[in-house]
């Protein structure tokens, strides 16, 4: 339902809109990622844009104006994003060609009469270029023009374009209001929404998206093939890994080895601590020098995921970047 925030930012929506007079001219939108900043941005939009807001400024979702946002439609409304090729893959930048396209939407004035609404999403994928292009703008908007700026790392967006916008820090929820809405919205018990919360570092959305059935069953299995090493053979690993994505299985090697971190330090596991035992175990193998040599590998190799030449090596040698952790380890090399 896009004319809602997530029932944590609800409250905040209401007052933001209650204010509508005084909405900067850009708005950059902060906050943990996963948290709904997204959902929040949109709904804001939808509400502006609303030609027959509820009280409470809420959009109506009934109007010819919000049939229009969710068809994506609005002709007083653009989005930026990052674009995803015919193959699915999401380029990592917003193009410049995307920012250039705004001019003919920006030269004209407002089809409805209402606000013009840009929205940024997520505004770290601008690059220096695209950034650029867009400062001037950005500076002088035109009458009825806002853009909304959405960025989990706003600290990744040159100074210019951050002090020209006005922050809005959105709140992450609460665990139990997270570990509720996940329930909800999944049907898991409170225990397997505890754990994909926690795997998620706290992001209900990323949480969902773990609990659906095929990525929890694929999260289980990779999971497991990373908490046996060291003590199975890596090639097996890499057998299990390759076949699913790389992000994936890298992101849960990252998360493993700062709760290797923690345990070593004598704390508890953030992201999987149904696997204290085994965390605990294999923390008592390694040093924290170690442990950092390893997390600063594999976020070398995390740069490099999209696109490897050969997926084979680079499981082998993400593998090989974890295994550091544990002792020396012979490099891979090509076999015949
Ligand atoms: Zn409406």
Not at 199 to 228: D, V, W
Not at 288 to 301: E, F, H, I
Request: aromatic share 6%; charged share 20%.
């Amino acid at each position: 339902m896009i004319f809602q925030a997530l029932p944590w930012h609800q409250s905040a929506l209401v007052g933001q809109l209650h204010d509508a007079q005084r909405l900067p001219h850009a708005l950059l939108l902060r906050g943990a990622s996963g948290i709904g900043k997204t959902r929040y941005a949109m709904a804001l939009a939808a509400s502006l844009l609303c030609e027959t807001p509820l009280d409470s400024g809420l959009a109506c979702g009934r109007c010819l104006a919000c049939g229009w946002v969710a068809a994506d439609t609005h002709p007083d409304l653009r989005q930026l994003t990052r674009l995803v090729d015919d193959d699915g893959k999401q380029a990592n930048d917003i193009k410049i060609d995307q920012v250039r396209a705004l001019s003919a939407f920006l030269g004209v004035g407002s089809h409805r009469g209402g606000r013009r609404l840009v929205l940024i999403d997520p505004a770290e994928a601008m690059n220096h270029v695209t950034a650029n292009a867009l400062l001037k703008t950005l500076e002088e908007p035109g009458g009825g023009l806002c853009f909304i700026l959405v960025a989990n790392r706003p600290d990744a967006l040159p100074a210019t374009i951050r002090s020209r916008c006005q922050l809005r820090l959105l709140d992450s929820p609460g665990a139990e209001q997270a570990s509720e809405w996940v329930r909800t919205e999944t049907g898991c018990s409170p225990a397997e929404a505890q754990a994909w919360l926690a795997m998620a570092g706290g992001s209900p959305l990323q949480a969902i998206r773990f609990a659906e059935p095929s990525q929890a069953s694929a999260h289980r299995t990779m999971l497991e093939a990373i908490a046996r090493l060291p003590d199975t053979s890596w090639i097996a690993t890499a057998d299990v890994l390759q076949p699913f994505e790389g992000r994936q299985w890298l992101a849960l090697m990252q998360r493993w080895l700062l709760d290797l971190a923690r345990c070593r330090m004598g704390g508890s596991p953030r992201y999987f601590p149904a696997q204290t035992a085994r965390l605990r175990d294999l923390a008592s193998r390694t040093d924290p020098q170690r442990l950092a040599d390893a997390s600063r590998d594999l976020a070398g190799q995390y740069r490099s995921v999209g696109h490897p030449l050969n997926p084979r090596l680079f499981c082998e040698e993400s593998l090989a970047a974890y295994l550091g952790a544990f002792g020396p380890v012979a490099k891979p090399g090509p076999r015949g």
